[in-house]
């Protein structure tokens, strides 16, 4: 289950959710795609695998995720329990101690963001908690608890809010100009907030909105695909398929194909991915 939480915290969250139960796939990739995450973990550890890393990592507590460069891979139990949070780009700047670009493509637990006493106390009160509804209102006031005023939040804000509007065809140039400051002042804020630079947030904006157009239960032109999400070439959208998820189009749909076969009744909007 999942709700869009109240005032003030709505312009920086999408979604707070609850998750129980077995996952389809022991493993999901996660694509990189312009959102963050917060997981406040309440059953065994789960196992992340960022970026170029070779191994994975165990997190128990949860995890804090700013906006990728690179595909994750989620490994999960048999069964998982957690509470989390669907950020915006710039949602979690207000509640991290460091700046995002120093999360970029390395997760890090929750204990580490909000130390462990803090924690440890909060995991305690959601898995007491009566019912997924109550747990829910525990995150939320929990999040209004720590959020912070962070400067160039609204610059930020604005200018990804025109990025999403226009599924990344906009000339970042343009941008600065409109909002009174430099390039590099602009990607500056960027980074510091979302951990990424404006133009690399046009590039998912317009890779995500294009892989949701995709239909893998019917026949798909490439090159028109391409064409109308702006691409260069099929070529280009091919080289940005590959660097996105790890895989070419026609794997990817594949890999859609197969777990509709499997998993008829389930849901997967896009991605997360079973692992490839």
Request: net charge negative; aromatic share 10%; charged share 20%.
């Amino acid at each position: 289950m999942s709700r869009v939480p109240r005032p003030p915290l709505d312009g920086l969250i999408d979604d707070l959710y609850y998750l129980e139960g077995a996952p389809p796939y022991a493993r999901l990739t996660l694509p990189p795609a312009p959102a963050a995450y917060l997981i406040v973990n309440l059953g065994a550890p789960f196992r992340i695998r960022a970026g170029t890393d070779l191994e994975t990592a165990e997190y128990a507590d949860g995890c804090v995720v700013t906006m990728p460069t690179k595909a994750l891979e989620f490994g999960y139990p048999l069964r998982t329990r957690s509470v989390g949070v669907h950020f915006k780009p710039w949602g979690p700047a207000p509640f991290l101690p460091m700046p995002a670009a120093e999360l970029c493509d390395r997760p890090v637990t929750v204990e580490q963001v909000w130390g462990r006493p803090a924690v440890a106390e909060l995991r305690d009160r959601l898995a007491t908690a009566d019912g997924p509804h109550e747990m829910l209102t525990l995150l939320e006031e929990e999040l209004v608890r720590r959020l912070c005023q962070t400067a160039g939040l609204g610059l930020v804000r604005h200018t990804s809010s025109v990025i999403a509007a226009t599924t990344g065809a906009v000339a970042i140039g343009d941008l600065s100009v409109a909002a009174g400051v430099s390039t590099t002042h602009l990607a500056q804020r960027f980074k510091e907030l979302i951990g990424v630079t404006p133009k690399r947030l046009a590039r998912a904006c317009r890779f995500t909105a294009t892989v949701f157009a995709i239909d893998p239960a019917g026949p798909i032109d490439w090159g028109d695909l391409a064409a109308r999400a702006g691409y260069f070439d099929q070529a280009h959208f091919g080289h940005e398929f590959r660097a996105f998820t790890g895989l070419t189009p026609t794997r990817y749909v594949e890999v859609r194909q197969q777990f509709l076969r499997e998993y008829p009744g389930h849901v997967l909007d896009g991605w997360p991915l079973p692992a490839d």
